[in-house]
């Protein structure tokens, strides 16, 4: 069986996101890989430092949040099923309130046992104004109820164009 790794390429590096400058755009990739790497290697202590806080309130706060991401980690240690992962160009920013919002395209491929899937979705960096400090959020767990964007950022624009957020699951034969 082959080696499973995540492989994460970058947007071209001569292109910088518009709006966002070439220093912020090569920030918040190398913060979004962290992110990733964290997930997939299971350090809770790391992910939950690059997580926005916005997500505490759809768990009943902080607490109850850090618990049931810790356990979740928990439950996908050892099963390294990620295969590779991609980010496509970053959209943004958006000015919602005090903070700047970025949508990071990402797709990943994952294998377990005869199942493979294909996820294409996004995360949200946002950061605070005037900060260099991208914590993320993926937008795969709002798939089913993208309408809870607005609930965590109620400043966010109606009419904001979303990137893909879908999964395609395969089975082998």
């Not at 992110?35 to 768990?59: I, M, N, W």
């Not at 920013?93 to 395209?105: A, S, T, Y």
């Not at 993926?138 to 979303?162: C, H, N, S, Y």
Request: hydrophobic share 45%; glycine share 8%.
């Amino acid at each position: 069986m082959k080696a499973l790794g995540v492989y994460v390429c970058f947007a071209a590096a001569s292109a910088a996101a518009a709006g966002l400058a070439p220093e912020d755009e090569k920030a918040l990739m190398g913060r979004a890989n962290e992110y990733l790497r964290s997930a997939q290697q299971g350090d809770a202590e790391k992910f939950l430092r690059l997580t926005h806080p916005a997500l505490h309130g759809l768990f009943g706060g902080k607490e109850p949040f850090e618990a049931a991401t810790r356990a979740a980690l928990k439950a996908l240690a050892g099963k390294p099923a990620m295969t590779a992962a991609t980010f496509g160009r970053v959209v943004g920013p958006l000015r919602v309130g005090d903070e700047e919002l970025c949508f990071l395209p990402t797709s990943v491929s994952a294998r377990i046992g005869n199942q493979a899937t294909e996820t294409n979705s996004y995360y949200i960096a946002v950061r605070s104004v005037g900060s260099a400090e991208w914590r993320f959020i993926d937008a795969a767990g709002l798939r089913k109820r993208p309408e809870v964007l607005w609930q965590l950022f109620p400043g966010l624009p109606k009419d904001v164009a979303l990137p893909r957020n879908e999964v395609t699951v395969k089975t082998a034969k």
